[in-house]
Every structure is written in C-alpha cells, then in structure tokens.
C-alpha cells in the first residue's frame, strides 16, 4: 500500500427506510454476510491503521455485527442523522493525533474493489473524489473537471441542461489528507432543503483555499449502492457471477455454475470439483483436488486435499476434514475432526468430536453430545469401526482399533482393540406373532 498511513471511515448510520425492514439497511445480506462486512474487507485490503463504522439506526445490533466481522474495528455513534459531513465528523475524536489519508466508504456500496482503493488511497491531490462513466447519469450528481482537476460536484437538482450531459457521476466516496479534513469539516454548512451536512461540500471549500481536487474513476459496477430489496436482489446475482467466474478462471471445476452459491469469503483450490447445487456459507476453504457432490451445504469448515463431500451432506462450522476422508449422503459434521482416510458414509451426525485416522462410520450413528445443558466431545481413536445405528453418549472414548456392535448405546469409554456390545439380549417367543396380529385384529373388529 501507499506510505502514507491510512484511516478508514465507514458510514453506516442510516435507517434504510426503502428496505422497508426493522434490520438496520447495511445489516442485510450479500454473498453470505451482512453488507458492511463487504465494505470491511474493502477497507482492510488498504491495510489501515484505523478503521472506524460510524452507527445510528440500530447502532447495537451494526456494533455487534462488526465486532464479529472485524474485532479491531471502531464504533462511533451518529445520534442524529444529519448528513455525512456530521457523520464523518464523529469519527475525528477516534482519529486524534493521526496523521495520513483518510478515505470514506458507505457500508451500503459493496463491490468497490482492491485497485480502485489503492488508487484512491494513493492519489497525491489533497481531495480525492470516485467517480464513474454512468450509462444512464439520471440523477447522479455530476463531476465537473477542468484543467486544474476536480472543480466542483453539481447535484442533478442543481444543474442546467450542460452539466446534466455530463456522464461522470460522483459515488460519494472520497479520501482527503486527515489535516485538511479536520480544518475543512467545521465549515460545512446546512443551507439546503434537508438541512444536512453534506461531505460532498467540502470540494467547493478545498478549491477556495487553493487545495486540488481530482477525480479518480472505476466501473459503474463498483459503485452499485443498495437501498431497496430488488437492489439487494440484483446485487446477490452480479456478485455470485463474479464469484463463479473467478472460480473457472482459477481452475475450480463447477459442473453447474449457475446453481452453486458462494460467500464473500469462500477459498477454493484449483482442481476441486463441486457439483450442482452446492451452497457455500462463510468461513469454507476447499483444499486442490477436493470434490465436492451435488446438494450439500457447507459453513465454517475446510476440507482436504482428496476428501469427498456429498450428496446432501452438511458440514457445520468447526467440521475439519482431512485428506481423503469421506463424508457421505444425509451426513451433517459439527465442530468435529476427521482425520485421514475416515469414511463416514450415510445417515450419521457427528458433533464435538474427533474420529482418529482410517476410521470407518456405520450408517445411523450418532454423537449424543448436548445434554440440555453443555456440550461434551466424542473421542475415536484410529482404525476404529463403529457399527451402524451406535449411539455415543458423550463425554466417551472409542481406542484404537476398537469396534462397537450394531444398535449399541455406548456409555463407557472402549479400550483399544476391544468390542463393545450394548444392546439388550434377544428373545424369540416361537408362534407370538401370529397370536398378537389375531388378538388385535379381534379387537378392532368388536370396535
């Protein structure tokens, strides 16, 4: 990144009343994640010294998102929403004695990439304003630039029929030095219909005091902003077919793209193949050569170089699979590791548990491992063959090389190399059957 240290300050007060929904606008999902985490990746990719989320509508519920996405991140709050220009200015207390770039982002604008930043961040002018070629400018605002630059943002409202045939549009993104900022801020004015502070303004005020302004420029694409569902919807599809065409273009094998889902941050190696239908949550990393089968759903996990995964398999956060191992149909994987070469073929749920390398799962087991109140860890050692239908009544410990029989409920720990039978002995009565089905038929007759 630049040398000049950098500060970020994310505006992410407003209520979103277009959502037409209690959640605060930049709380509602985008590839898997709420909207400011998309503006918090963009901000961390400028390596920052400071980020700062500027909160108002629902400020606890964004502050408790953006401790999840980004522990380091600051909070500051915008009691009242009275532009951007006082939303940035509650930042300037966090950013005391910090000298550098400053460069405001909206948690509403998903897509702004890496170089587009970088360009921003490191551009020498004393403002910098992003714009972009609009197809349709409708109601943009526009930039009007001169020989000396940037000279000044003119809203549609504002402008006559010439500057209304300019095609650069402003996104309201800009990054200023933080000195200039501060001395700037304080002159904003209010004189306008909605009585608001507007951040745009302080490009007229730079020109007065002899600063430059300039203009750097990106795909309209970048600055796509969210304020209504269909928005969001729209924005959901662009962002999946990027998703997709990046996973081709790096060597990803997706048998259907169009149906496999992807989140903000999944990470799959070259040559992985993932079938149809396959949706990946937040948190996936998919190792080179790993496959994984139609109609499986995946958060929070890594899998394997070699592993198998499907179909309609489930892998919860915490479920780590290792090399070659085997997670079959109607399987879900919990907070549970799976060492080499473990096959868990069908109808099983593994949870807080780790299963020792080359182990085999019968189909119908189970790791009881949530009493109503904690939870509690299944160990199983390697080379281990649990039967089908076991139950593992947690805490316990299956050893190595240790087999349970068929329809156990295993209670104890299994020392290593042992069998454990858990089932009540079986009883034949010879001819009951047929006297049992009689009665009862009898019975329901006489009703």
């Not at 920052?48 to 401790?67: F, K, M, R, S, T």
């Not at 009275?82 to 998903?110: C, W």
């Not at 048998?255 to 239908?277: E, H, K, M, Y």
């Not at 699979?321 to 473990?342: C, Q, R, S, T």
Request: glycine share 12%; net charge negative; hydrophobic share 45%.
């Amino acid at each position: 990144m630049a040398d000049v240290p950098i500060a970020v300050v994310i505006l992410a007060a407003g209520q979103g009343s277009r959502m037409q929904s209690d959640l605060p606008k930049v709380l509602h999902r985008l590839g898997g994640v709420p909207l400011i985490g998309h503006a918090l990746a963009g901000a961390r990719s400028l390596d920052p010294e400071q980020v700062i989320v500027v909160a108002g509508h629902g400020a606890d519920l964004v502050q408790g998102a953006v401790a999840r996405l980004d522990p380091d991140a600051r909070i500051v709050l915008q009691r009242e929403q009275l532009g951007t220009g006082h939303a940035v200015r509650q930042s300037l207390p966090e950013m005391e004695g910090f000298e550098g770039k400053v460069v405001v982002l909206y948690g509403d604008t998903p897509f702004i990439g890496a170089d587009t930043l970088a360009a921003l961040a490191s551009h020498p002018a004393d403002l910098v304003v992003l714009g972009f070629e609009a197809e349709d400018p409708g109601r943009y605002g526009r930039l009007v630039v001169g020989a000396r630059g940037l000279e000044r943002i003119v809203e549609y409202k504002d402008a006559d029929a010439a500057t209304r045939q300019i095609a650069l549009c402003n996104s309201g993104v800009m990054a200023l030095d933080a000195a200039r900022l501060r001395q700037l801020i304080g002159r904003l004015g209010n004189d306008n219909a909605a009585g608001e502070y507007y951040l745009t303004d302080l490009v007229a005020l730079a020109r007065a005091e002899g600063l430059r302004a300039d203009v750097v420029t990106c795909d309209e694409e970048e600055t796509l902003g969210i304020n209504t569902r269909a928005e969001l919807a729209a924005a959901e599809a662009a962002f999946q077919a990027r998703a997709r065409a990046e996973a081709l273009e790096n060597g990803v094998t997706l048998s259907d793209p169009g149906t496999v889902w992807f989140a903000l941050d999944t990470c799959i190696g070259r040559d992985a193949i993932i079938g149809q239908n396959v949706v990946f949550g937040p948190g996936v990393t998919i190792e080179s050569g790993a496959e994984i089968l139609p109609f499986c759903h995946l958060e929070g996990c890594h899998v394997s170089a070699g592993a198998t995964v499907g179909p309609f398999a489930r892998l919860r956060p915490g479920a780590e699979l290792g090399g070659d191992a085997h997670v079959g149909n109607f399987v879900e994987i919990k907070n549970a590791v799976l060492e080499e070469g473990v096959k868990v073929g069908h109808l099983t749920y593994l949870g807080d548990a780790h299963v020792g390398e080359h182990s085999n799962i019968g189909a119908g087991t189970i790791t009881c491992n949530y009493d109503g109140v904690g939870k509690h860890r299944t160990e199983i050692g390697p080379r281990a063959f649990i039967g089908s239908d076991t139950m593992l009544v947690a805490p316990v410990r299956v050893g190595a090389e240790a087999l349970t029989g068929s329809g156990s409920v295993i209670t104890q720990d299994v020392p290593d190399g042992a069998l454990a039978v858990a089932r009540a002995r079986q009883a034949n009565k010879p001819g009951l059957a047929v006297r049992l089905m009689a009665s009862l038929r009898a019975a329901k007759e006489k009703r």
